[in-house]
């Protein structure tokens, strides 16, 4: 079969309650699987115990006790030792791999830049992929410049305040995943992608510049807006067959995929025309195309 034992998938859950507890300071006691040598913990880092072996799944036993965090593997002759750690607080090391934060505006919530989560891609597991500094200071960058060409522009016109279907809150967004792999054919640069099951989450390759970067996050957010109503009303009477054309693909599409594209094009579409004329956003003027 394709992926991990149902017991890993599952166990990823016992990963969630683990963080839950440590946020709220609560004891828990837990078996979360390791892959490969390590426990992740989503939205919080990646665990990487001391002597494990680096290939296959073992079942950890995780305590919480007053935010600090005790793991030991409960397979035998495996030569593993125990790790305490508290990964609120615990900065970079061998052995921990905190979450990347992207700060959006003091006292704002942070996005987190994911490239350690094994369900982070919108296929099968991954393994993490550690971005180099290099790559962690251009997504900075890049996602500091969008964040202000996001914050004064809306509405009707470049700096006022609105509420068009081109504005976005930055921080209302969940989680950034670099694009983790290469396309067969062709480059990966300008595509992104997301899932209604993970609202606010969204797969990017690199960006060019600020304002693309700002432009994608408009258009997957708007992805992430559509599919939470799908899920809570039936807006379509769908068959699932693929037989609409839409004027940005050349292959047909079922109903929800057309709307869907329709609707995050009016945002990309909203997003430019509030930059019309402004020459920081928008410098090569392109905005009126």
Same mark, same amino acid.
């Given at each position: 079969?394709?992926?991990?034992?149902?017991?890993?998938?599952?166990?990823?859950?016992?990963?969630?309650?683990?963080?839950?507890?440590?946020?709220?300071?609560?004891?828990?006691?837990?078996?979360?699987?390791?892959?490969?040598?390590?426990?992740?913990?989503?939205?919080?880092?990646?665990?990487?115990?001391?002597?494990?072996?680096?290939?296959?799944?073992?079942?950890?036993?995780?305590?919480?006790?007053?935010?600090?965090?005790?793991?030991?593997?409960?397979?035998?002759?495996?030569?593993?030792?125990?790790?305490?750690?508290?990964?609120?607080?615990?900065?970079?090391?061998?052995?921990?791999?905190?979450?990347?934060?992207?700060?959006?505006?003091?006292?704002?919530?942070?996005?987190?830049?994911?490239?350690?989560?094994?369900?982070?891609?919108?296929?099968?597991?991954?393994?993490?992929?550690?971005?180099?500094? $290099?790559?962690?200071?251009?997504?900075?960058?890049?996602?500091?410049?969008?964040?202000?060409?996001?914050?004064?522009?809306?509405?009707?016109?470049?700096?006022?305040?609105?509420?068009?279907?081109?504005?976005?809150?930055?921080?209302?967004?969940?989680?950034?995943?670099?694009?983790?792999?290469?396309?067969?054919?062709?480059?990966?640069?300008?595509?992104?992608?997301?899932?209604?099951?993970?609202?606010?989450?969204?797969?990017?390759?690199?960006?060019?510049?600020?304002?693309?970067?700002?432009?994608?996050?408009?258009?997957?957010?708007?992805?992430?807006?559509?599919?939470?109503?799908?899920?809570?009303?039936?807006?379509?009477?769908?068959?699932?067959?693929?037989?609409?054309?839409?004027?940005?693909?050349?292959?047909?599409?079922?109903?929800?995929?057309?709307?869907?594209?329709?609707?995050?094009?009016?945002?990309?579409?909203?997003?430019?025309?509030? $930059?019309?004329?402004?020459?920081?956003?928008?410098?090569?003027?392109?905005?009126?195309?």
């Amino acid at each position: 079969s394709v992926g991990p034992p149902l017991w890993v998938d599952a166990g990823h859950l016992a990963g969630v309650a683990v963080v839950a507890a440590l946020r709220a300071g609560t004891a828990a006691e837990l078996v979360v699987p390791a892959r490969e040598g390590a426990v992740a913990l989503p939205t919080l880092g990646l665990a990487r115990l001391p002597g494990t072996p680096l290939l296959g799944f073992q079942p950890v036993h995780a305590r919480v006790r007053e935010g600090e965090l005790r793991l030991l593997p409960t397979g035998r002759g495996t030569g593993a030792t125990a790790l305490n750690l508290r990964p609120l607080t615990a900065p970079q090391s061998a052995l921990w791999w905190p979450a990347h934060r992207l700060p959006v505006r003091p006292g704002r919530p942070e996005v987190t830049l994911d490239d350690i989560d094994p369900y982070r891609d919108l296929d099968r597991p991954i393994p993490p992929r550690r971005l180099t500094p $290099r790559e962690l200071a251009t997504w900075q960058r890049l996602f500091t410049e969008a964040v202000a060409l996001l914050g004064p522009a809306s509405g009707s016109g470049p700096g006022s305040p609105g509420t068009g279907p081109g504005t976005l809150r930055p921080e209302e967004i969940r989680r950034i995943v670099p694009w983790p792999g290469r396309l067969r054919h062709g480059p990966v640069a300008g595509l992104s992608a997301s899932t209604a099951d993970a609202f606010g989450s969204m797969v990017v390759a690199g960006p060019p510049d600020g304002a693309a970067f700002a432009e994608t996050m408009v258009h997957e957010f708007q992805h992430s807006k559509l599919g939470a109503l799908l899920h809570l009303f039936a807006l379509l009477d769908d068959d699932r067959e693929e037989k609409h054309y839409a004027p940005w693909r050349p292959d047909p599409r079922h109903l929800p995929g057309l709307l869907h594209g329709a609707y995050a094009f009016v945002g990309v579409a909203g997003f430019w025309r509030d $930059r019309i004329g402004d020459r920081a956003a928008d410098p090569l003027d392109l905005a009126p195309f």
